[in-house]
T-cell receptor
Framework: ELKVEQNPLFLSMQEGKNYTIYCNYS?????LYWYRQDPGKSLESLFV???NGAVKQEGRLMASLDTKARLSTLHITAAVHDLSATYFC???????????WGAGTKLIIKP | DAGITQSPRYKITETGRQVTLMCHQT?????MFWYRQDLGHGLRLIYY???????DKGEVPDGYVVSRSKTENFPLTLESATRSQTSVYFC??????????????FGEGSRLTVL
């Protein structure tokens, strides 16, 4: 069964701290995506990771992909309240553009 | 320019009724997708379309019908709604770089409640 597992599913942290969200998947893939969703809103693309070793950074967020370990990480540096949201990873398992999604990590950053 | 418009944004219906959710894009991108979002499940693909008149099933197609007679529109129909179809439905579009990146752009969502 194709699975994408995120952990933690819920994370409450203080502003200024660093933390990492993990995304594990069950079969080989070279294409992994991170999306952000604010409560009651649409999903916004954050990162597109298309090869082993890919690393992308935008502001306080950095995403990486290790296809051999079937693992992607989303690292948050010096968190700020505006980063509070739910973060999803999604994997293109069969290179057919049908994504399998993780359950999401709800991130709450307290001032 | 909203890009992707979903309508209605909110809908309450009764079991057994037919419901159509519309997705409209202001561009002419080829790939369009329908997902449902349920708590604890992330998103699950219902149907997708690679071009006008070309549609294919996703992970959870049962109980849904799609059509794509025009490139810009991709309606999703629940022919006989059931309570298990209560969900938030998202339409997504792949832009001109989609075949290279696989990146999706999402509409605002349609929240459907089936009583």
């Amino acid at each position: 069964e194709l699975k994408v597992e995120q952990n933690p599913l819920f994370l409450s942290m203080q502003e200024g701290k660093n933390y990492t969200i993990y995304c594990n998947y069950s079969t080989t893939s070279d294409r992994l995506y991170w999306y952000r969703q604010d409560p009651g809103k649409s999903l916004e693309s954050l990162f597109v990771l298309l090869s082993n070793g890919a690393v992308k950074q935008e502001g306080r967020l950095m995403a990486s992909l290790d296809t051999k370990a079937r693992l992607s990480t989303l690292h948050i540096t010096a968190a700020v309240h505006d980063l509070s949201a739910t973060y999803f990873c999604a994997v293109d398992m069969d290179s057919n553009y049908q994504l399998i999604w993780g359950a999401g990590t709800k991130l709450i950053i307290k001032p | 320019d909203a890009g992707i418009t979903q309508s209605p944004r909110y809908k309450i219906t009764e079991t057994g009724r037919q419901v159509t959710l519309m997705c409209h894009q202001t561009w002419s991108h080829s790939y369009m997708f329908w997902y449902r979002q349920d708590l604890g499940h992330g998103l699950r693909l219902i149907y997708y379309s690679a071009a006008a008149d070309i549609t294919d099933k996703g992970e959870v197609p049962d109980g849904y019908v799609v059509s794509r007679s025009k490139t810009e529109n991709f309606p999703l129909t629940l022919e006989s709604a059931t309570r298990s179809q209560t969900s938030v439905y998202f339409c997504a579009v792949g832009d001109g770089q989609f075949l290279n990146t696989g990146e999706l752009f999402f509409g605002e969502g349609s929240r459907l409640t089936v009583l």
